[in-house]
T-cell receptor, first 114, second 116 residues
Framework: KAGVTQTPRYLIKTRGQQVTLSCSPISGHRSVSWYQQTPGQGLQFLFEYFSETQRNKGNFPGRFSGRQFSNSRSEMNVSTLELGDSALYLC?????????????FGPGTRLTVL | GQQLNQSPQSMFIQEGEDVSMNCTSSSIFNTWLWYKQDPGEGPVLLIALYKAGELTSNGRLTAQFGITRKDSFLNISASIPSDVGIYFCAGTPANAGGTSYGKLTFGQGTILTVHP
């Protein structure tokens, strides 16, 4: 099976702009989670989607949003970018059932905000 | 929120040595996972643990789910240069209910350097 893919791999934006990141999960996985990774804060949970519904959300401002499509692909959007949003954004997919806690990560999107 | 304390923060070892790292929590966890992350890449799942006391191996890697359910250990035997990277523990707290959907709590990571 192909792994989790994320596009684009790298992005450079300026403050105030918005950005959309895309994630394609492993075939058959219906749960997609998003994380922000920074050297100072480590891996921080953003939100999780399952069957097009957001089931869980972390402690991030409303500028961070996401959605999931019927084919389980997911996007996250960050509006009004701030310098502090520079980070590696990771998405992970997981199977249903007893192994649902096993998350498989994509390579990430490196976002730089200037 | 939940926090995982991972130690050591970094390790410098010689090729061929064994490595041990651990992760502790102040509360009980239902699941423990260990990941490895290479620079510029996403974390790769190494081992998943589901039961207290469980001992699981993946090649030269062995991990254990602590009996108290508040800790987990990862051992790497006979290290090689490609073991270099950051190792993360992660888990799902018990009794988290809906707040655990799709959310893993991560440790701060252990940076492993292997000298040839």
């Amino acid at each position: 099976k192909a792994g989790v893919t994320q596009t684009p791999r790298y992005l450079i934006k300026t403050r105030g702009q918005q950005v959309t990141l895309s994630c394609s999960p492993i075939s058959g996985h219906r749960s997609v989670s998003w994380y922000q990774q920074t050297p100072g804060q480590g891996l921080q949970f953003l939100f999780e989607y399952f069957s097009e519904t957001q089931r869980n959300k972390g402690n991030f401002p409303g500028r961070f949003s996401g959605r999931q499509f019927s084919n389980s692909r997911s996007e996250m959007n960050v509006s009004t970018l701030e310098l502090g949003d520079s980070a590696l954004y990771l998405c992970a997919s997981s199977p249903s059932g007893e192994y649902s806690h096993e998350q498989f990560f994509g390579p990430g999107t490196r976002l730089t905000v200037l | 929120g939940q926090q995982l304390n991972q130690s050591p923060q970094s390790m410098f070892i010689q090729e061929g040595e064994d490595v041990s790292m651990n992760c502790t929590s102040s509360s009980i966890f239902n699941t423990w996972l260990w990941y490895k992350q290479d620079p510029g890449e996403g974390p790769v799942l190494l081992i998943a643990l589901y039961k207290a006391g469980e001992l699981t191996s993946n090649g030269r890697l062995t991990a254990q789910f602590g009996i108290t359910r508040k800790d987990s250990f990862l051992n790497i035997s006979a290290s090689i240069p490609s073991d270099v990277g950051i190792y993360f523990c992660a888990g799902t707290p018990a009794n988290a209910g809906g707040t655990s959907y799709g959310k893993l709590t991560f440790g701060q990571g252990t940076i492993l350097t292997v000298h040839p």
